[in-house]
């Protein structure tokens, strides 16, 4: 196989536990950090507005609001740290979920054809979305959001994917 991208660290177990005997992990990502830039903002807006409403209005009892937003924040860079992208040489496959594991799957051979999509800020951050097609109707994984390192992350996937039907006999 070309370069494997396989990250070692605590996810590993979080992933290996939903690979089948016979499978190996070819692509393990995490989604891009910018999945998060919206409950970053709103804890950066929402202490900005804390702290005029306790400074400017005496109001104290906001911070306890705050600190609601903060634990959102902390909600959701767990779901992001234990969300990964997956593909192995059978299937690809998304995992995520705090409480309730999700694991949306979806057979190597069932893809026809995946796309990158970047948005403008997506190329300005670093991330894409991938979109795959499939043969059959109901398609538990059509769009990925913010991957990482697109471009590469599109060639890898491609490769498991596609590569085997490229090769030459000789």
Request: proline share 4%; glycine share 10%; charged share 15%.
């Amino acid at each position: 196989m070309q370069d494997m991208m396989v990250f070692r660290d605590a996810g590993s177990r979080t992933v290996d536990r939903y690979l089948m005997s016979y499978e190996g992990r070819v692509i393990a990502v995490r989604r891009h950090p910018a999945v998060l830039l919206l409950p970053v903002s709103l804890v950066v807006g929402g202490l900005v507005l804390c702290g005029f409403a306790g400074a400017a209005l005496g109001i104290t009892w906001i911070w306890w609001l705050w600190l609601g937003v903060l634990g959102y924040l902390v909600w959701k860079v767990i779901a992001w740290s234990i969300e990964f992208f997956l593909v192995t040489e059978h299937r690809v496959m998304v995992i995520n979920g705090v409480l309730n594991r999700n694991v949306a799957m979806l057979p190597l051979a069932k893809v026809t054809d995946i796309a990158l999509e970047r948005s403008l800020a997506g190329r300005m951050l670093g991330y894409g979305e991938f979109v795959m097609e499939s043969a059959g109707q109901k398609q538990a994984l059509r769009n990925v959001g913010y991957m990482p390192y697109p471009e590469q992350l599109y060639l890898e996937v491609s490769s498991v994917i596609f590569g085997a039907e490229d090769a030459s006999p000789d």
